[in-house]
């Protein structure tokens, strides 16, 4: 009986795809100084470790959203380097210019990692370590990756035996380094793209498509080292596809904390729906980080058909719950 995956398409993993707002802001322009960097210090490529964008310098002097990226890609550095507003929401973050099919686009520094290649963790749960030895064992943060997670591999001048640096996308919503050992990856092309087509086919929403999508990942597979010959199939989930294709999922650059309020306690779901199912509960003043969110002010449903429900957006934590705003306030951060 052959074995089936199951790649569970995390809703934290967005897809890059906030849309750019009208609006010019003179003051951006004393951050728009472009550095050419030392190329000597830079990878020849670079490695999407998280789905993420690209963005188009134009000329309000800010970067606006052009493309979506998938977990994996790799892209080419051209050495240049830059702070830059951002348009959709005015913030300052730094740039660097990359070639991607043959075009010249800005990406966030932390979306990409290198010198890298993509590669797929093939262990049911691979243990992350924070260093090349086996008594350091990650014990806070993110501990473990799944399997079929796409990572950055890193090269090593000085491989440990049965060790690998790779870049993951773990706690907090950035890149971060770990190591894990050389059983638990593969960086066969066949691998990473069997699963690189799959987690697409989990966003496509035509049937036919996505049936087709699935079909070419199990071709793909077939000639692989480690997913040789297995079927993949992906959950589909239509609430988060409908945000995403919308542009009404944005991801914090940097993650915001938030603490619970107005009453005893509220509600953690699995999607970003009072639809969805209620997955725990956080208490009146406990504090929880919110990694992404949804753009549009939308109204709670009320059990009270006479009264209207608290309007508010929904919040993305960083243990991959939602949260509906009403029933919480923003910490400010100093």
Known sequence: MVKKIIILF????????????????????????????????????????????????KDDGKMHWKNGMNAGDTIEWTGHSMEAVRAYDGLTRNFYKVIFNGQELWVHDYFIFGPAVPAVITSEETVLYTKPDPSSVARSGTVTLPKYTLVAMMDDDNPADDFIPIAAFLNLGVPGERWVKIRDISWDV???????????????????????????????????????????????????????????????SDPAA?????????????????????????????????????????????????????????????????????????????
């Not at 830079?42 to 999407?48: E, R």
């Open 10 to 57: 995390i809703a934290v993993l967005a897809l890059g795809i906030a849309c750019s707002k009208s609006g010019q802001n003179e003051d951006s322009h004393d951050h728009d100084v472009e550095e050419t960097l030392d190329l000597s210090t830079l990878p020849p490529q670079g490695v999407f470790v998280i789905d993420g964008s690209l963005s188009e310098l």
């Open 190 to 252: 066949n691998d990473v793209g069997a699963v690189k087509l799959a987690r697409i086919a989990a966003v496509t929403k035509q049937p036919a498509a996505r049936k087709e999508l699935l079909s070419n990942a199990m071709e793909i597979a077939a000639n692989g080292k480690s997913l040789n010959g297995i079927p993949i199939t992906v959950n589909y989930d239509p609430t988060l596809f409908e945000l995403e294709t919308t542009n009404n999922l944005e991801r914090l």
């Open 258 to 334: 938030y603490v619970a309020g107005f009453t005893e306690r509220i509600i953690k779901w699995d999607m970003p729906s009072a639809d969805g199912a209620m997955v725990g509960t956080l208490s009146e003043g406990e504090q929880f980080w919110v990694t992404v969110r949804t753009k549009k002010e939308v109204t709670l449903g009320s059990s009270d058909d006479e009264t209207e429900g608290p309007k508010g957006h929904w919040l993305g934590t960083d243990d991959g719950c939602w949260v509906f705003s009403a029933y919480a306030s923003r910490i400010p951060i100093h």
